[in-house]
């Protein structure tokens, strides 16, 4: 079944820098890849996915890559504003069911300096 | 529109004695998702349903987790005897159908002591 790797497992910043979390898959059928914000106390929430037909996404000052290739996935946090401060999962589907089954990566913990 | 509604949030519970979550997700949501999260780690996916039917059940723990969604909106999920390993975040989730975006409900914080 599909493994997802994360890293760095925790993310120090200073306001306004950028933050960069990898992320890398095993199943080379994946092709849904999206990305959970989850504060402290709270669900994780969605905040932008990529799927296999494109390279890159933008949605204002966050942006995922994808390489199939190598099997890697990357968000990049721009201007990082002490709100950002959070746990990021990535996740892939497994392609294997014929639903969107995601699994989550281990997690990353940013947090954002003022 | 209301969210993803989970109770109780919190819970302590000795070994032994069981416990049950609820979770009503948002109106109109055809599928929904059980997900336990041990500290430190992601989500892990544990039941899922379309309606009042069962998708996937393959990481639920039979022997001791249950799960039911009577009337295709609200569940539970009850576990009985629990184990000290059970102590996790029991995240609900919904969406509107198989393959849409999940939105998550807060989660329910179980202790076992």
């Known amino acids: 079944g599909e493994n997802v790797e994360q890293h760095p497992s925790t993310l120090s910043v200073q306001e306004g820098d950028s933050a960069v979390i990898k992320c890398t898959y095993s199943?080379?059928?994946?092709?849904?890849f999206p990305w959970y914000k989850q504060e402290l106390g709270k669900g994780p929430q969605l905040i932008i996915d990529i799927r296999s037909n494109v390279g890159e996404k933008k949605d204002q000052r966050i942006a995922v890559t994808l390489n199939k290739t190598a099997k890697h996935f990357s968000l990049h946090i721009t201007e990082t504003q002490p709100e950002d401060s959070a746990v990021y999962f990535c996740?892939?589907?497994?392609?294997?069911?014929?639903?969107?089954?995601?699994?989550f990566g281990p997690g990353t913990s940013l947090s954002v300096i003022p | 529109e209301a969210g993803v509604a989970q109770s109780p949030r919190y819970k302590i519970i000795e070994k032994r004695q069981s416990v049950a979550f609820w979770c009503n997700p948002i109106s109109g949501h055809a599928t929904l998702y059980w997900y336990q999260q041990i500290l430190g780690q992601g989500p892990k996916l544990l039941i899922q349903?379309?309606?009042?039917?069962?998708?996937?059940d393959s990481q639920l723990p039979k022997d001791r987790f249950s799960a039911e969604r009577l009337k295709g909106v609200d569940s539970t999920l009850k576990i009985q005897p629990a184990k000290l390993e059970d102590s996790a975040v029991y995240l609900c989730?919904?969406?509107?159908?198989?393959?849409?975006?999940?939105?998550f409900g807060p989660g329910t914080r179980l202790t076992v002591t």
């Open positions: 199943d080379s059928a994946s092709n849904y």
């Open positions: 989730a919904s969406s509107l159908t198989l393959n849409y975006e999940q939105y």
């Open positions: 349903f379309q309606n009042n039917g069962v998708v996937d």
């Open positions: 996740a892939a589907n497994s392609p294997e069911t014929s639903y969107d089954k995601v699994i």
